[in-house]
């Protein structure tokens, strides 16, 4: 295919910026990564062109790549995958962080952390919750419910 022959077959897919294009291609973090093709892949928005732009480093012109062809699409699941990741990743370590947090909250050990991210899911849904809410589901008093809501909201 047209793809193929411009870039050859060994390709890294890097999603998003010119920035991201450079980290990519090692140019940010002094890897030696000379055998790696890499591209990126942009949306375009407001505009009348294709949805999609794919791009070589160093290249302003976009790679002629039809919109709706198999390599379009299979670009566009390789960068949605990555998304999709991306995201995981960072809601995992958000729930971390703010877990870590809930064990900082005095009075409040590794049982009750526990007990109240079950009830609740995540320390989002406790952060927005009614105090008696929490004294409830945790099975404390509401003194201790109010001290982990202002802890959590400082």
Do not use: C, W
């Not at 995992?92 to 009075?107: A, C, D, N, Y």
């Not at 009750?112 to 899911?121: E, Q, S, Y």
């Amino acid at each position: 295919s047209d793809l193929q022959s411009q870039i050859g077959s060994d390709l890294q897919s890097q999603i998003g910026s010119d920035l991201q294009s450079q980290i990519g291609s090692g140019e940010k973090n002094g890897l030696d990564l000379s055998g790696v093709k890499v591209i990126s892949l942009a949306k375009q928005h407001g505009s009348d062109g294709p949805p999609e732009r794919v791009f070589l480093p160093g290249v302003k012109e976009p790679l002629p790549i039809l919109p709706g062809s198999r390599e379009m699409f299979i670009l566009v699941r390789l960068r949605d995958e990555a998304h999709r990741f991306a995201n995981r990743a960072r809601t995992r370590r958000q729930e971390k962080t703010f877990s870590s947090r809930l064990s900082e909250v005095p009075g409040l050990g590794p049982k009750r952390v526990t007990t109240l991210l079950t009830a609740f899911g995540s320390v989002e849904r406790i952060r927005t919750a009614d105090p008696a809410e929490i004294a409830k589901a945790g099975h404390f008093s509401l003194d201790l419910a109010q001290k982990i809501l202002a802890f959590l909201n400082a």
